[in-house]
């Protein structure tokens, strides 16, 4: 019952032109944008008139005759365009349609023809056939527009008449594919939005995530370091005592991460980091109390040292406030507001009962600058005063106060010459490893361990890399903590020396090797990179086993690091290691400098000079 | 590889052992057995090294093709077959074709294929696919390829179909393993189908009866999944009657699935020799310890006995119910660790028991046991509070 013009896209119908409706017609000058122009007849096709009504699309437009009856022109927008983007050109188009389809309009000069959106027409009950309203005529967003025609244009009307098709569209199947289409176009967004927001919130997660780290650490009852400081380097090495026996330093921690205790003690493993955010909010404090602490409630023997808490509130939590008075946020269980103190952050570990307690600090993105960086130097010292203050078991838990300072030279030496005034048994340094550049880092380092006490283990917070963990020893740092080793297995990426093996990839599917032959660790023995290929990031067991072998990397590493400062041949050991690890010797500048420093000189001659040439 | 019923003075019960084993000799593994089920290729969660915590017995590990198909290019260029690629060489090893622990998709039969749905996707296995495969697997006993597409509701056409095509597939599978070099020291297993019909069952046994196959297979009876824990053994007792009675009473039989324990303990006593630990494994996933139900209850937070006083695994004598609890609750991997630990352990207890309850004529005090044990299961559901722990304290005693 249709035809339809051209291959652009009018639909139209009309008495004059032809007897029967609707036809579509295509404007040739917008045929590349494909707008779809409808018209309905209203004398002899006042049914479909009513079907364009009806079933019209929200990217209609809909073009008539001023104050005379026409039949009715429906021009279709693609997504995104809006009435104000119809070209001129396929404005005309459609006014001369409607004008040379309209009885009375036909045989008129200077018509004008209102156009607006489908959505602005109104038919009510009460309207007979053919009439129409028009919705919020006034309001500006929707306003009616008018284009006037002087005269017929046979041009155009000819140009139109030659590509008219004759076409039988179903209004209302189509629109309800247009409305299915749209529907679901919006599910999936709706998707992917979910999709991102689960991502974003798993990565958060797992940035937070330190829950059972342990650390190689030493403990309270600080004994000297048992061998002088050798050469002109700082690294130090010396056995700790403690309540919860003996641990070596230099050392480093990992995450616990799914291994039995057991396994744990059978990787050599002496102190695990427990993570007061964690556990404070599950099982929670009390719960921990009546287990009769920690070490108890997860049946680990050994050390354990916890944080304060709040750099998981402050990383986790966007709406956390920190004031004078602590860090307050809202809990992510029921929405409440909670605040946490110094006070409170020292019940919470009390009752958890860790050998080595932090205090809370004011934490500041380590790229910030300015006068909040000072101002959280100083509130640090104040809430450590507060937290030793509130401790309960100083017989039995160290508090660590934390160097801060931001990447300030001043700063950071005036916080470490308040916090050196306390009565504590090691510290900790704070604020770095978040995004600074490596060059400002290892300064910071440097600059701290020299200002600390030569007798106290000082703790280096986040660095785990084993570059990082190499030349912080040889700047004089003694414990460090690091979620990276058992991060990196739960993406599937095995440490060796010299960078770290991706086992998802194809390369490994038929590598028969252990990751690591020199490696003496449970995976390695047993479990080759091919059958790992296959399990890894699908079953846990693959994580577990990945974990345990990257425990064991980080393990070994600093075991040679003791034994090399034991042996008195640090110096030999750094350079190998980094030959080991940047091979053609191209060693990143910050490395050299910062081992420069402490007298430990790469051979670095030969790029040196070339790069000098 | 042989398969001997041994007769106890004094007992009529089917025991027996599987002894003789070309690859381990000197093993010898006492039926009923129970297979440890894989994922895979490792016991879900446990490394070799945990499981060595868990028992340091040499077992036989159950490996679904279904879950480790996607390692066969590797192990067919690794050429010493899946026991050595998996790491658990010390291990007897058993392919079957469906995960027990998940639901295979129904009515994806066709003529000469069955589909399978590994990691990346459907495969359709046809018997030569399906026996490159195990040729590169070389596992110490198979069972052949079979359409096993029947459930209680299955139409008589289906199950005539799955004894029809299981029939064509077996007898292409033993053409292909009797010209094989590497799977000469494999044992086979028919598998027995016909769905719930009499005359289905009739028909497939009667068949396999006459073969030179090492035991036998009872397939078809359910589509896998955790669902099967919830069929009695009224559901299929009639059935599974009329199926042995056509095989030859020397030879091994296995019934794969989540069956619970009362229904295993009377399959027992009906004469199927073996099963696989697809129960412990639902069980832990939906963070259940045997003997008590669904650990993430508040009523075990404070809790800080362990899950059972009587049990000796690694997870009993080490750490409490709030541990666990509080593992699962915050879902750390060593949740399900520690709860793989007991659940397997008990299961293997419970195995154990049953072999020597069958010894000792006393399997009736043991199935009172396992009964209260179901019902107790029910109770907990309902209402975690009623919870005893000396109700569920048996298994062990046996």
Known sequence: MGRVFGDAGL???????????????????????????????HSLQRGLDEELLKWGWPEDVWFHVDKVSSAHVYLRLRPGQTIDDIPTAVLEDAAQLVKANSIQGSKMNDVDVVYTMWTNLKKTD???????????????????????????????????????????????AEREKRDREEREDKKRLLREQRERDKEEERRKKEEAELSYSYIYAFLPSISPPTLPPPRSTCMRYSVVFAEYGITHQPTICGTLKGLLPDQLEALGCQIMLGNTYHLGTRPG???????????????????????????????????????????KFQSPYDGSEVMLTPERSIEIQNSIGADIIMQL?????????????????????????????????????????????????????????????????????????????????????????????????????????????????????????????????RFGCALV????????????????????KECECSTCKRYTRAYLHTVVTVETVACHLLTIHNIAYQLRLMQRIRDSIEQQCFPEFVSNFMRTTYPSKEYPQWIVDALAAVNILLDVAEVAAENSV | MKFLLTSVASCSNRIGCIKDIERLPGLVLETPLLLLYTKGGSVPHLTYEVLQMVSKEQHLLHIPISTVAQCYEAVSAFKKGIADFIGLKEYLTFNSIHDPAVVTPHGFSEMDTISIWPRNGRKQLDADKYMDIIEAFQPDMYQVLCDGDTNTTS??????????????????????????EVLKNSAVLGVVEGGYSVGGREMSAKYLANSSVFGYVIDGLHNNG??????????????????????????????????????????????????????????????????FQNAVTNLYAADFTPISRSCSCLTCQKHTRAYVHHLLNTRELLGPVLLTIHNLHHYMEFF???????????LDNLRKCARVYTLSCHETLASPNQITLSRDEFWIKH
């Open chain 1, 497 to 516: 020396s010299g960078g770290q093996l991706n086992l998802k990839q194809k390369n490994y599917a038929n590598d028969f090797e252990p990751i690591d």
């Open chain 1, 126 to 172: 009460g309207m007979e056939v053919g009439q129409v309203g028009i919705h919020k005529e006034k309001e500006a967003s929707f306003s009616v527009r008018k284009i006037r025609v002087a005269k017929k244009s046979n041009e155009i009307l000819n140009r139109l008449n030659k590509t008219k098709q004759v076409a039988h569209p179903d209004l209302r």
């Open chain 2, 352 to 362: 154990k028991s049953i072999r020597e309850a069958l010894k000792s004529n006393t």
């Open chain 1, 11 to 41: 639909i139209c119908s009309r008495p004059k032109l032809n007897k029967e409706a609707p036809l579509l017609c295509k404007s040739k000058t917008y045929s590349p944008n494909r707008v779809t122009c409808s018209l309905g007849v």
């Open chain 1, 285 to 327: 404090p009390s719960l921990i109390m009546k287990a009769g602490g920690l070490h108890k409630f997860m049946n680990w023997n050994r050390a354990l040292l916890t944080d304060s808490g709040g750099f998981q509130m402050v990383s986790l939590l966007k709406l956390a406030e920190i004031t004078e008075e602590g860090v």
């Open chain 2, 226 to 291: 955790p669902d099967v824990e919830h069929l009695t053994f009224g559901d299929v007792k009639p059935i599974l009657k009329e199926t042995l009675k056509h095989l030859p009473n020397e030879k091994f039989r296995l019934l794969h699935g989540c069956w619970n324990p009362e229904a295993v303990l009377n399959m027992v006593e009906l004469g199927i020799d073996a099963f696989d630990s697809s129960y412990a494994y639902i069980v832990t996933e939906r963070g259940g310890a045997l003997i």
């Open chain 2, 155 to 180: 139409s008589k056409r289906r199950v005539q179909k799955s004894v029809d095509r299981s029939i064509t597939f077996f007898e292409r599978c033993i053409k292909r393993h009797e010209k094989s």
């Open chain 1, 361 to 489: 600090d004011d934490v500041v993105k380590t790229t910030t600058v300015g006068p909040r960086v000072e101002e959280a130097m100083h509130r640090t010292t104040r809430w450590l005063d507060r937290c030793l203050k509130a401790h309960q078991n100083a017989d039995t838990q160290n508090i660590f106060p934390i160097v801060q300072g931001g990447l300030n030279t001043a700063l950071r030496t005036e916080s470490a010459k308040q916090l050196i005034q306390r009565e504590v048994s090691g510290f900790a340094i704070g604020g770095l490893s978040g995004g600074e550049s490596k060059d400002d880092f290892w300064k910071m380092v440097h600059l701290t361990t020299d200002l600390l006490p030569e007798d106290k283990p000082r703790y280096l917070m986040g660095v785990g890399f084993a570059t990082d963990l190499v030349v912080c020893c040889a700047l004089g740092v003694d414990m460090f903590d690091c979620v990276f080793p058992t991060r990196t297995a």
